[in-house]
């Protein structure tokens, strides 16, 4: 099927929902696809406010400006922050930064790295 620049025949808009770089394909889908949401991702290069918490962590999260704070849990595998979502998350981007709060209370803030 050849993409082109448009919308498809459906009049939704093209998604990249993977990138498998082993195998030099790009998963695109349209709309709102199941394979743009995931429970979880891995974090690196995280940054705390004031000290670092204890894990695991149960707080609130943000993967984009102006999201709604979405409930997660925070731990610690393999020297990585994982963090996993009560709800699943559309479009977690690596690349981009999640931030961590409690209420309005921003705790910090890492790069996300992948998603599962």
Same mark, same amino acid.
């Given at each position: 099927?050849?993409?082109?620049?448009?919308f498809g025949e459906s009049g939704e808009p093209w998604f990249v929902a993977d990138k498998r770089l082993e195998s030099n394909e790009l998963l695109v889908v349209q709309g709102d696809s199941p394979l743009l949401y995931?429970?979880?991702?891995? *974090?690196?290069?995280?940054?705390?406010? &004031?000290?670092k918490p204890k894990f695991?962590?149960?707080?609130? *999260?943000?993967?984009?400006?102006?999201? &709604?704070s979405q409930n997660c849990t925070i731990d610690i595998e393999n020297n990585a922050i994982k963090v996993t979502f009560k709800q699943p998350q559309r479009a977690i981007t690596p690349g981009q930064s999640i931030v961590f709060y409690t209420d309005d209370v921003c705790l910090g803030g890492a790069i996300i790295e992948n998603r599962q």
């Open positions: 099927m050849e993409i082109g620049g448009g995931h429970t979880s991702l891995n *974090a690196s290069n995280p940054h705390w406010i &004031a000290t695991p962590l149960k707080c609130k *999260a943000k993967i984009r400006y102006r999201q &709604a």
